[in-house]
């Protein structure tokens, strides 16, 4: 009789692990959403492009204020996206040139005044840290000059079959604000047509 007491709580036990490991997992699933609460859902549709975007909010800590403000000419090709003082970013509408990505990756590698070091490079996404070449005087010694670091952006999203690129402005960003503008990109989603 004892032995079949220790099978049964061995067996309660084994399955209140298991429910315990599921529900772990759950949660470190639901973490995926986690890491999008500090932004909210924003429609680029009044500017001409068919999408939503989740930007971040006030909770995200980019700069002291979150409001989001739109340039864009009607009918022109380019916005300028900002959400706070720290987070901008340049939207373009390259309509069907699938070789964009590949044209700005030639003209970083062509830069000369800059080092440029790839982060990750997709078909899609380019992220790059810039160096300024600081150059001083012959004999000078390795610490004339200022550097200048930036971290940059450059990514494609089709929409309804329209090619757009997002990167950052010309000065870059920190390393945080290109992770979190990404995460943003990757958010897009396509507004349906109504027509």
């Known amino acids: 009789m004892k032995i079949k007491h220790i099978i049964y709580y061995l067996s309660i036990s084994c399955l209140t692990f298991t429910a315990c490991t599921d529900s772990v997992d759950n949660k470190e699933s639901e973490g995926v959403d986690e890491a999008l609460l500090d932004f909210n859902k924003f429609s680029l549709k009044p500017y001409d492009i068919p999408a939503s ?18 340039t864009h000419t009607e009918g022109d090709f ?19 040139d699938k070789e964009i990505l590949n044209a700005e990756v030639k003209k970083l590698k062509s830069l000369e005044f800059y080092n440029v070091k790839f982060i990750k ?59 979190l503008q990404e995460k943003c990109i990757n958010s897009i989603h396509e507004i349906k047509s109504t027509n």
Do not use: C
Request: proline content about 4%; hydrophobic content about 35%.
């Open 121 to 179: 490079k997709t078909p899609t996404t380019l992220i790059y840290e810039r160096r300024l070449n600081v150059k001083g005087k012959k004999n000078a010694p390795k610490n004339v000059g200022i550097e200048h670091k930036s971290y940059h952006l450059f990514m494609t999203k089709t929409i309804h079959n329209v090619i757009y690129t997002f990167e950052t402005n010309d000065g870059g960003s920190s390393k945080e604000i290109v992770e």
């Open 78 to 96: 380019l916005w300028d996206l900002q959400v706070g003082p720290n987070f901008e970013l340049v939207i373009n509408d390259w309509g069907s």
């Open 53 to 70: 975007i989740l930007l971040p909010d006030e909770t995200s800590n980019i700069g002291a204020s979150t409001k989001v403000e739109v």
